[in-house]
């Protein structure tokens, strides 16, 4: 049986429903990715439990319709202001959880305080549009328009990568939106969520509005995805999981946002010293487990080599390690499971024509920065989403030829160009199938207010705030008649 609790000690975590701590009957313990020590005890929550919160949720969409929008985007402001105080703490917590290096730690709480204050802005221009009726002879004498009115009930799913800004992209617009959540976080970095769930309560956000279910993936997220209540599931993760909710969730609404193999597309007439950083960047941050993480260069003949040269060296350079420390740019990967498949596939590539240019091992228990060049398609590292430190480089004769080679995916997220030649830009812009192109910059870009989501196995529906609105809203057309 649950029981209410007013206490929290330092390391053992509760369901956040209504507004109350709720304990469950089972915790396990959560493991730092990097040193294995144990950070905290998690509420394990049964489907009793998650049909609670839904509950909760359900019976908190009233106050959530009807509260206007000023106050809607005062709480989103107020969560803003409280979480820039909190901001080292925010970082300290998705580092130790998730292993990220403080520095990418960092950067994803300033990117979060963003995404709430789109959030707020956002809450104060959801409206429709007014129709022309009299353009068709059966509609002289009406006047009409939509409104946009929230959806219910949100089942909200997140992965373990950016567990606070991701939690933010869903959240946020639900609550600017109107509507009522029940949140699922990753069982690796519930915390985040946790923490999120209280400033919230701080900000003023009314008990039953943000539910927050810790527990094992398949029971918690079965019961939100199964349950009438629920009017929409918004998930982000993996491409066999989001196709299994996809298959479960009926009529209900879903987005997904699912992983890929990110391509880049470097031309024969640029300096490639000038794009090494960003390559590290795009390749290499949060350990490559960025669903955007470039994995795949198609680099022009004429630069290939000194690409791959300059690309190596400083891939060697990154310090690997603690990611408390500030230096460090590459630490553990989520679990060892994790490590050992990628390792596996790297191995993999022993029996090809790829030759392994930098990393490719373990350093204490870190996968070192692997750069693998000449890699045959096939090869589970090119073909499949690695969602670690390791990119391919490969050598193209034309653009033509690399966008083949990028489309050649059952992924399509997003995919960069570095081009200074406009044709091939445009080129690239129009033929590559995918979410977003990004023109003079790797595939990794994003900020928080673009349109952001894929095409084929890399998901359905946009995130981004204005855009995740209008996923979170339903459509009402009201026509008067005049005559
Ligand atoms: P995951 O294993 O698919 O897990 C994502 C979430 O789904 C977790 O909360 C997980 O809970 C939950 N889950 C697991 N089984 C479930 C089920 N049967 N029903 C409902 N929910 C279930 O993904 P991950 O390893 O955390 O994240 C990595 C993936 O996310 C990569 O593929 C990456 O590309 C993708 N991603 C995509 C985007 C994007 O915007 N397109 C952004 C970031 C990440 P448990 O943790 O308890 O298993």
Redesign the pocket.
């Known amino acids: 049986m649950s029981k209410f609790v007013n206490e929290v000690n330092s390391t053992k975590q509760y369901l956040m429903i209504n507004g109350e701590k709720v304990e469950t009957e089972k915790y396990a313990p959560l493991y730092s990715p990097y040193s294995g020590k144990e950070i905290a005890q998690i509420a394990m929550a049964d489907r009793e439990q998650t049909l609670q919160a839904i509950a909760a949720a359900y019976k908190a969409r009233d106050i959530m319709a009807t509260m206007p929008a000023y106050q809607r985007a005062e709480i989103l402001e107020n969560v803003v202001t409280i979480l820039k105080q909190k901001a080292d703490e925010a970082a300290d917590i998705i580092a130790r959880e998730a292993a990220k290096p403080i520095m990418f730690a960092k950067a994803e709480v300033a990117r979060t305080i963003e995404t709430y204050k789109f959030a707020a802005e956002e809450a104060k221009r959801i409206h429709g549009e007014t129709i022309p009726f009299d353009a068709a002879a059966g509609g002289v004498n009406r006047i009409g328009y939509t409104l946009r009115e929230p959806i219910g009930v949100i089942g909200a799913?997140?992965?373990?990568?950016?567990p606070m800004n991701?939690v933010a992209h869903k959240v946020g617009p639900a609550i600017a939106a109107g509507n009522t959540i029940v949140l699922?976080?990753?069982?690796?970095t519930p915390l985040s969520a946790l923490f999120i769930a209280e400033i919230f309560e701080e900000a003023g956000l009314p008990a039953g509005v943000l539910n927050v279910v810790t527990?094992?993936?398949?029971i918690v997220?079965?019961a939100?995805?199964e349950d009438d209540r629920v009017s929409m599931v918004t998930?982000?993760?993996?491409?066999?999981?989001?196709i299994?909710?996809r298959n479960k969730a009926g009529l209900k609404k879903t987005t997904l946002?699912?992983?890929?193999n990110s391509a880049l597309i470097i031309d024969k007439d640029i300096d490639v010293g000038q794009i090494i950083d960003r390559c590290i960047m795009g390749a290499f941050s949060n350990q490559g487990?960025?669903?955007i993480s470039l994995q795949r260069v198609y680099a022009h003949e004429d630069v290939y080599e000194e690409f791959v040269a300059k690309f190596t060296e400083a891939a060697k350079k990154l310090k690997i390690g603690d990611p408390l420390d500030p230096d460090t740019y590459i630490s553990a990967l989520?679990s060892k499971g994790e490590a050992e498949r990628v390792l596996g596939w790297i191995e993999e590539t022993k029996g090809s024509n790829a030759t392994i240019a930098a990393g490719g091992k373990l350093q204490d228990g870190v996968l070192e920065p692997t750069i693998v060049r000449d890699a045959d398609h096939s090869l589970n590292i090119s073909c499949q989403?690695a969602?670690a430190p390791v990119v391919v480089v490969n050598k193209v004769s034309s653009v033509k030829e690399a966008v083949e080679q990028v489309n050649d995916s059952r992924f399509g997220?997003q995919a960069g160009i570095y081009t200074n030649n406009v044709k091939n830009a445009l080129y690239a812009s129009k033929q590559l199938h995918v979410g977003g192109v990004i023109i003079n910059d790797v595939p990794t870009y994003r900020v928080d207010q673009m349109p952001?989501?894929?095409v084929k196995e890399?998901?359905t529906g946009r995130?981004g705030i204005k855009y995740a609105v209008e996923e979170m809203t339903e459509m009402k057309l009201v026509v008067w008649n005049q005559s």
Do not use: M
Request: one cysteine or more; proline letters at 9%.
């Open positions: 799913i997140t992965p373990f990568n950016f991701l699922k976080p990753a069982s690796q527990g094992p993936g398949g997220g079965d939100i995805v998930f982000t993760g993996s491409p066999g999981v989001g299994g909710i946002e699912l992983g890929s487990q960025v669903c989520i989403e969602f997220l952001y989501g894929g890399s998901g995130e």
